[in-house]
């Protein structure tokens, strides 16, 4: 599926609970990203990795977490803490960014959450 | 930090016309500028980028310019087809070891082309 996989596709959060959504790429890329859509809102970022075990925060990062374990993984949980978390969440990642150069992404194909 | 307002938010064009989506972004250590293609219900895919070092970049009905004086970049499309009906973003990054090494998005222009 373009080498990086997200899942589940479609995820249902009750009230209070916490979700974690799946990135997993095997491109050998050493940057990942998590995105958030809404409609005619374009991509927010929420947090991104350059490496293993660093991730920054993104525009959006409140009530949201990850972890980068392993190159190939960006799990991204959703807490109760984010109180509107309704969205198409798209994972991404690249070559490395380097000083001079920087990448296209390769996206993910998505994981709606839905609050019910 | 980088902020990118893209226009129009809607366009629509007959078939065969050329399309134009126009960027700016506020980041004046931003060089790198890609533009993605969203078709409903799909992953973003990277169908053109530019670099600071050069004004224009053509592959084949796809061209994006770019005027760092201006901080501005256009994307065209030339004779339009059906297929190119999708939501289109653009994007500006900056590089180096300052600043933030993510992409800033566009809100996406939706291109609907009439047969």
């Known amino acids: 599926d373009g080498g990086i996989t997200q899942s589940p596709k479609y995820l249902f959060r009750k009230e209070g609970q916490n979700v974690t959504l799946s990135c997993e790429q095997n491109?050998?890329?050493?940057?990942m990203y998590w995105y958030r859509q809404d409609p005619g809102q374009g991509l927010r970022l929420i947090y991104y990795?350059?490496?293993?075990?660093?991730?920054q925060k993104g525009d959006i990062a409140e009530g949201y977490s990850v972890s980068r374990e392993k190159k190939e993984s960006f799990p991204l949980t959703v807490t109760s803490a984010q109180k509107n978390p309704t969205a198409f969440y798209l994972c991404a990642s690249s070559r490395a960014t380097g000083m001079r150069l920087n990448y296209g992404y390769t996206f993910g194909s998505g994981t709606r959450l839905t609050v019910v | 930090g980088e902020n990118v307002e893209q226009h129009p938010s809607t366009l629509s064009v007959q078939e065969g016309d050329s399309a134009v989506i126009k960027c700016t972004y506020s980041?004046?250590?931003?060089?790198?500028f890609p533009w993605y293609k969203q078709e409903l219900g799909k992953r973003p895919q990277l169908i053109i980028d530019i670099r600071s070092n050069v004004g224009e970049k053509k592959d084949q009905r796809i061209a994006v310019t770019l005027n760092k004086t201006a901080k501005h970049f256009s994307l065209h499309i030339t004779e339009t087809q059906p297929e190119d009906s999708a939501v289109y973003f653009c994007a500006a990054s900056p590089q180096g070891d300052t600043g933030r090494r993510a992409l800033t998005f566009g809100s996406g222009t939706r291109l609907q082309v009439q047969p």
């Open positions: 491109l050998n890329h050493d940057a």
């Open positions: 990795s350059q490496i293993v075990n660093d991730f």
């Open positions: 980041d004046s250590a931003s060089n790198y």
